[in-house]
């Protein structure tokens, strides 16, 4: 994530008016969100539409990997998907930038039968639900290719609305590791007796003490056909998922049922954000580093992983401290971005503002030759920016009289 300048960072709160008014100075020019390939599934046997999205600055960042989040009904949500996690990255520095893949479906056919995990009354005995081979598709064809052709992270959430949503509780239910987190807008579960068998179902699946760690989040609108399987789900999770199963259900009176994905999607990804470690709560920021660190060390027990705090978060808080004028708390979050992210040129830009800021100017020269020597080999966007750092610091010492 990109460090803001001094000044930036000073005015953040102009950054939206800022980024509207760009927009009048390119507005001859086409804008570019994404891009669409296809290839073709044998286990489905047609081809198939994706819509993919890759952050900002992906191909000026060397081996860097991200996580991926899948969305199905891609034709309809990919790019509300894609323009939210955008946001919430770049913008909000919340979460990590997200590889988007949007899986389209070409026709209403297709996508009932992508979703459904039910076999039809025609199908033959061993013949496997159209709902189970899209798993299939899924586990062999869609993600080795995704993983193949681009630089992802051993992290992934599929995200689903109304029939898909549904389809996202089967793919979530029936197997084990091969999405990390799941999202289901106002899942399309009537009142029907197998649905009613389904949500059941799901209860048995997921009481599996061996699963691996979920992360869950479902929403509904003011739907009363849904209502009932709805609250059916809240009571199975809450009695009988395993204790590493994190799950969030939010019934939301004042939307519709199309109107549920957007307030999803956002408060999904804040939530998973803060069980990822991928930022901290302000209740926690605002109590200073050593109470983030603490956070970060009972979360990594917690989940049995390394967990730091992330880049972005120890910048920012520690900024915060710096225009406070409380610099000795600003350059101890500054050097503890160091230590976790050695080869970042914003940690060491900013160790090098804080090192200044409190009058330790050999320090800040020092860091400040890193943080170009850095930006030079990563060919980093801020390369200027952070050389004329280093000038004015060289500047400052000479000017600085002997004492």
């Not at 046997?45 to 996580?67: A, C, D, F, V």
Request: glycine share 6%; proline share 4%; with cysteine.
């Amino acid at each position: 994530m990109k460090k803001l300048s001094l000044h930036a960072v000073f005015i953040r709160g102009c950054l939206t008016l800022f980024s509207l008014l760009s927009l009048a100075v390119f507005a001859g020019e086409p804008v570019v969100f994404g891009h669409s390939e296809k290839f073709f599934s044998k286990v489905l046997n047609e081809e198939r539409s994706l819509l993919i999205k890759l952050p900002q600055g992906y191909r000026q960042s060397g081996n860097k990997t991200y996580p991926v989040l899948y969305t199905l009904d891609g034709q309809s949500h990919y790019r509300r998907v894609a323009g939210t996690l955008e946001w919430l990255s770049d913008t909000a520095e919340m979460i990590p930038q997200h590889i988007v893949v949007g899986l389209v479906a070409d026709n209403g056919r297709q996508r009932l039968r992508d979703a459904s995990p039910f076999k039809r009354a025609s199908y033959k005995n061993g013949s496997e639900a159209s709902g189970d081979t899209f798993i299939r598709f899924l586990k062999t064809e869609l993600i080795p290719y995704i993983d193949k052709k681009y630089r992802t992270r051993a992290f992934r959430t599929l995200a689903g609305h109304s029939a898909m949503a549904r389809g996202v509780l089967h793919i979530m239910s029936s197997t084990d590791n091969l999405f990390q987190a799941y999202i289901a807008m106002s899942p399309a579960l009537s009142d029907r007796e197998r649905n009613k068998a389904f949500v059941e179902n799901i209860g048995n699946k997921i009481s599996d003490q061996d699963r691996s760690a979920t992360f869950y989040y479902q929403t509904l609108g003011n739907e009363a056909v849904y209502r009932g399987n709805f609250e059916r789900l809240s009571k199975v999770f809450a009695s009988r998922a395993p204790e590493n199963f994190t799950w969030f259900s939010e019934y939301y009176p004042l939307e519709t049922h199309m109107s549920v994905p957007s307030k999803t999607l956002h408060n999904a990804m804040l939530a998973l954000a803060h069980y990822r470690g991928w930022t901290a709560a302000p209740s926690v920021v605002n109590q200073g580093l050593a109470a983030v660190t603490k956070h970060y060390q009972a979360l990594a027990k917690q989940q049995n992983r390394a967990v730091s705090p992330p880049e972005a978060l120890l910048i920012n808080m520690s900024y915060d401290a710096y225009f406070a004028k409380k610099y000795q708390q600003a350059v101890a979050g500054f050097e503890l971005a160091v230590k976790l992210y050695p080869g970042s040129v914003n940690a060491r830009d900013s160790l090098a503002d804080g090192y200044e800021a409190a009058g330790q100017l050999a320090r800040a020269l020092n860091q400040q030759k890193v943080a170009v020597k850095l930006a030079k080999e990563q060919n980093a966007d801020n390369l200027q920016q952070v050389r004329e750092h280093l000038q004015s610091l060289a500047e400052k010492i000479q000017a600085k009289p002997l004492s």
